[in-house]
């Protein structure tokens, strides 16, 4: 991608979000983008395929607070035209040279002096890929982040699980091992002899360098173009790789994998995989922090009078409580140990709320005794204090 039509190309415009998108919002927008544009979810769709490349490249980008700021600065001084091209854009007679040299050729000096003590080359290193002085050397290339999604029990959220995952991303042509050739004998590309890139401009303007569009940037020309990447030497590849989704996840939460993700190009460092765990609920048990939570039902007897009651816990033997006389209906008790497990390896608390109950049907003899029960506290009034306090007394 040539200097112009990297700072030329809107990708807040890709991933339709505002320049001053949080960080939330355009991830936001690339899940949604990718989900809709998948290959997965559009086989032999080449526009969406194109489309996902897109959306991938703008949250490479834009995804990285890093990088966004470079980018950034690059559209600012240069999207707007600040630099232009062609016949007198250097004022009389014109002048003509690199902005490679700009960008990489200054060393530590100051504007003043001619230089720009690398902050250009700083920029422009950091979105190309290549560092000061590289304009004309292909450079190891970092392959692209990739992002999936999982969706684990509740259980398995709890301790852990070990889940196939099936990713798709860029990454060197199988049929021609990235050499772009059917016979993997590519031949050095005439025009760039080799280097990938082109220099082009002149007449009192600015000098671009640009990828060479013979050979697209690879400094190699296939002779015989592969038929499964049409001599790209990139072909978008499917995988399936066993994940460790560590115990304790929550729903919701994005786990980094790092060097999973899409292969680099020319020696470059893998991309990183980014998780995003759905937590199916479960119809027991439910999740505060690192703490599980369980409602336990009681009689009315058990309450008023006290006892033993034993609790179900997840994935192990039930624990044995005891419930204090005079217990009420919605207090909580704590099975220490008995919840999620922590970062550090110890389990949080099963916490125990209380739901004294109401029998819909009554033998006759519990009726008697109920009604016996009724009469024998007919002076207390457990309303009264309620009362009291509405009128204020």
């Given at each position: 991608m040539s200097t112009k039509d990297f700072v030329e190309k809107d990708y807040y415009k890709v991933l339709g979000v505002p320049k001053d998108a949080t960080e939330a919002e355009i991830k936001k927008a690339y899940?949604?983008?990718?989900?809709?544009?998948?290959?997965?979810?559009?086989?032999?769709?080449?526009?969406a395929e194109e489309r996902f490349k897109e959306v991938s490249e703008a949250h490479d980008v834009l995804g990285d607070p890093k990088r966004r700021k470079e980018y950034d600065e690059a559209r600012a001084l240069f999207g707007a035209g600040g630099f232009r091209t062609g016949p007198g854009a250097g004022g009389p007679g014109g002048f003509n040279f690199d902005l490679g040299d700009l960008f990489g050729g200054a060393q530590g000096g100051s504007p003043g002096a001619g230089g720009f003590g690398g902050g250009l080359?700083?920029?422009?290193?950091?979105?190309?890929?290549?560092?000061?002085?590289?304009?004309?050397r292909t450079q190891p290339r970092r392959g692209q982040d990739v992002e999936s999604e999982v969706t684990l029990s509740f259980t398995e959220a709890v301790d852990g699980a070990t889940v196939p995952l099936r990713m798709s991303s860029s990454a060197a042509c199988k049929a021609c091992a990235g050499t772009g050739d059917r016979n993997g004998t590519p031949r050095v590309c005439p025009t760039c002899v080799g280097t990938g890139q082109v220099s082009r401009g002149g007449g009192g303007g600015f000098s671009l360098t640009d990828p060479c569009v013979d050979c697209r940037g690879r400094g190699l020309i296939a002779q015989d173009p592969c038929e499964v990447c049409k001599g790209s030497g990139r072909a978008t590849s499917s995988r399936t790789m066993q994940v460790r989704i560590p115990a304790g996840v929550s729903d919701g939460q994005r786990i980094r994998l790092r060097g999973k993700g899409a292969p680099g190009e020319r020696g470059g460092p893998n991309g990183d995989l980014y998780v995003v765990v759905h937590v199916e609920p479960h119809p027991v048990f439910g999740r505060k922090g690192d703490n599980l939570t369980v409602t336990v039902p009681v009689t009315f007897t058990e309450a008023a009078l006290g006892g033993e009651i034993k609790v179900p816990t997840l994935g192990g033997p039930p624990v044995t409580l005891r419930l204090p006389a005079g217990t009420p209906s919605g207090r909580t008790m704590r099975a220490r140990g008995k919840g999620a497990v922590r970062k550090d390896g110890t389990r949080g608390d099963l916490l125990v709320t209380i739901e004294v109950t109401v029998p819909r049907e009554l033998s006759d003899k519990a009726r008697d005794l109920l009604e016996s029960y009724r009469d024998a506290t007919a002076g207390e009034d457990p309303r009264a204090a309620l009362f009291k306090a509405a009128k204020g007394d």
């Amino acid at each position: 991608m040539s200097t112009k039509d990297f700072v030329e190309k809107d990708y807040y415009k890709v991933l339709g979000v505002p320049k001053d998108a949080t960080e939330a919002e355009i991830k936001k927008a690339y899940r949604k983008l990718a989900r809709e544009f998948h290959p997965d979810a559009n086989k032999g769709d080449a526009r969406a395929e194109e489309r996902f490349k897109e959306v991938s490249e703008a949250h490479d980008v834009l995804g990285d607070p890093k990088r966004r700021k470079e980018y950034d600065e690059a559209r600012a001084l240069f999207g707007a035209g600040g630099f232009r091209t062609g016949p007198g854009a250097g004022g009389p007679g014109g002048f003509n040279f690199d902005l490679g040299d700009l960008f990489g050729g200054a060393q530590g000096g100051s504007p003043g002096a001619g230089g720009f003590g690398g902050g250009l080359g700083d920029v422009f290193g950091g979105l190309f890929g290549r560092g000061g002085g590289a304009g004309t050397r292909t450079q190891p290339r970092r392959g692209q982040d990739v992002e999936s999604e999982v969706t684990l029990s509740f259980t398995e959220a709890v301790d852990g699980a070990t889940v196939p995952l099936r990713m798709s991303s860029s990454a060197a042509c199988k049929a021609c091992a990235g050499t772009g050739d059917r016979n993997g004998t590519p031949r050095v590309c005439p025009t760039c002899v080799g280097t990938g890139q082109v220099s082009r401009g002149g007449g009192g303007g600015f000098s671009l360098t640009d990828p060479c569009v013979d050979c697209r940037g690879r400094g190699l020309i296939a002779q015989d173009p592969c038929e499964v990447c049409k001599g790209s030497g990139r072909a978008t590849s499917s995988r399936t790789m066993q994940v460790r989704i560590p115990a304790g996840v929550s729903d919701g939460q994005r786990i980094r994998l790092r060097g999973k993700g899409a292969p680099g190009e020319r020696g470059g460092p893998n991309g990183d995989l980014y998780v995003v765990v759905h937590v199916e609920p479960h119809p027991v048990f439910g999740r505060k922090g690192d703490n599980l939570t369980v409602t336990v039902p009681v009689t009315f007897t058990e309450a008023a009078l006290g006892g033993e009651i034993k609790v179900p816990t997840l994935g192990g033997p039930p624990v044995t409580l005891r419930l204090p006389a005079g217990t009420p209906s919605g207090r909580t008790m704590r099975a220490r140990g008995k919840g999620a497990v922590r970062k550090d390896g110890t389990r949080g608390d099963l916490l125990v709320t209380i739901e004294v109950t109401v029998p819909r049907e009554l033998s006759d003899k519990a009726r008697d005794l109920l009604e016996s029960y009724r009469d024998a506290t007919a002076g207390e009034d457990p309303r009264a204090a309620l009362f009291k306090a509405a009128k204020g007394d």
